[in-house]
């Protein structure tokens, strides 16, 4: 008679001492770099232990912010009289007064926190990261006050001599697309914290956002960019496509980021244009974080650009092999700054690879270590960019985040049509010789 009695009072201690954790049924979310089937299933059942990572930094974000609008100043501009006009180019010189404009690291913030916010709600239900997220987002891009233009018109300004460059837009283009999948996690159900009314509002705004992109001549020309900032402005101009539901549209931009593969990526899996920047590591890991987000938009398409090889044999797939052994610890043969390199920064990329059966990422994923804050890749196996990721002290100090500024060539490129062409050659006159031969591959010599 006593057994049934000792049994339940068995489980009632079973069951407190070792609390069964059980996810949370969630309907498909219409993400568009997340995998939607993916996230619904692992929503049910969560890694523990990455769920320990996403809470860590998520409960950081729950007190900061919101932020709004948009504005950053270039890079290597500097001041010649003490009035201030004109400002002269000056080689590699980072110009502190950048740091006046705080929007671009605003702008990291807002995507930062509205992402990490949103994957804690969609994996613990708890309603204050939910609440958090969208009072960032309606600040960001909805409440008439503080909402930022829907453009990038004046991004990347240099004093006395534009308000705005087409460079700008990778200041966006880098991160926004973790926004649209935040979103897209939020808009799985509607209530006080994030409305029908606030996704409809949220919508208008990324129409607006596209229609400058792609009808600007910002975007048209940033879009045209052989480098980083044309596949990375490509990446964003199919992710706001999806996110709006237009995938025809989206589709024709996947085929059009296949010629890239041939121009940027050699037969070796080397990407020339980013080996030489100073930190070429970076920018060798950054161009695959716009190829690898757009391969996995593009098999929600039924595209398999992730096995398209080009005329010679050139694929994304190369290139992830080429850096694997690198992110693993070997001598890194490109330029590169005093600072040792920050090999997390390879961690999404090998994953990548690794889940698609290349060997050598596999191998690299034994050693790498995680980035700062800890992976959380098993809850959003989406590739980014670990080393630019600077929200809060989270990850980085301010000193050690590498921000993706544009190459003296690049800041010269960005003048034609915009300054007299006197200018322009004093200005080609000043630089090295590997800045003139980048300049002359980004506008086909004719600057």
């Not at 523990?48 to 100043?73: C, F, H, I, M």
């Not at 990490?116 to 891009?141: C, I, M, N, P």
């Not at 985040?401 to 544009?406: G, L, M, Q, R, S």
């Not at 690049?410 to 006197?422: N, R, Y």
Request: proline share 6%; glycine share 8%.
């Amino acid at each position: 008679m006593l057994v049934i009695p000792l049994l339940i009072v068995l489980s009632a201690f079973l069951a407190a001492a070792s609390p069964v954790r059980r996810g949370i049924a969630r309907p498909r979310p219409n993400t568009v770099i997340l995998d939607p089937d993916y996230m619904q299933r692992a929503a049910g059942n969560p890694d523990q232990g990455e769920l320990g990572n996403l809470k860590g930094l998520a409960d950081r974000l729950l007190t900061v912010g919101p932020w709004n609008d948009y504005a950053s100043q270039g890079v290597y501009w500097w001041a010649t009289t003490a009035s201030g006009c004109p400002y002269e180019l000056r080689d590699g010189q980072r110009n502190p007064e950048i740091d006046l404009y705080t929007d671009r690291k605003d702008s990291s913030n807002m995507v930062n926190s509205v992402y990490y916010l949103s994957l804690a709600w969609w994996y613990t239900d708890d309603a204050r990261y939910r609440q958090k997220a969208g009072e960032v987002l309606r600040t960001w891009f909805i409440n008439g006050p503080t909402r930022m233009n829907p453009n990038l018109q004046h991004a990347q300004l240099i004093p006395c001599k534009c308000t705005g460059r087409k460079e700008g837009i990778i200041d966006f283009s880098q991160v926004y697309t973790d926004v649209l999948d935040a979103v897209a996690l939020l808009n799985t159900k509607f209530d006080g914290a994030w409305t029908q009314q606030d996704a409809n509002a949220f919508r208008d705004w990324n129409q607006q956002y596209l229609s400058w992109l792609t009808g600007s001549e910002f975007g048209q020309k940033e879009l045209a960019a052989k480098n980083n900032h044309g596949t990375f402005a490509l990446m964003q101009v199919i992710a706001l496509q999806m996110f709006l539901g237009q995938n025809a549209a989206a589709t024709a931009q996947v085929i059009e980021q296949r010629s890239r593969i041939d121009q940027t990526i050699a037969i070796d899996g080397t990407t020339p244009l980013e080996l030489k920047r100073a930190t070429s590591w970076h920018y060798a890991n950054f161009v695959l974080v716009a190829y690898l987000r757009t391969c996995a938009m593009a098999a929600r398409l039924g595209i398999d650009l992730w096995g398209f090889h080009g005329a010679q044999g050139q694929s994304i797939g190369r290139a992830v092999d080429y850096l694997a052994p690198y992110a693993a610890g070997k001598e890194w043969p490109w330029p590169k700054t005093s600072a040792p390199l920050k090999l997390f920064a390879a961690h999404d990329i090998m994953h990548f690879g690794a889940e698609r059966g290349l060997g050598d990422p596999k191998r690299a994923l034994e050693t790498i270590p995680a980035p700062p804050g800890g992976s959380i890749w098993k809850l959003a196996p989406a590739v980014r960019q670990q080393d630019s990721t600077n929200v809060l002290g989270v990850f980085h100090s301010a000193q050690e985040a590498i921000i993706d500024d544009p190459t003296p060539a690049e800041e010269v490129a960005s003048l034609e049509g915009e300054a007299p062409q006197e200018e322009i050659d004093a200005l080609k006159a000043e630089l090295p010789s590997d800045q003139i031969q980048l300049l002359d591959e980004l506008t086909g010599g004719g600057i």
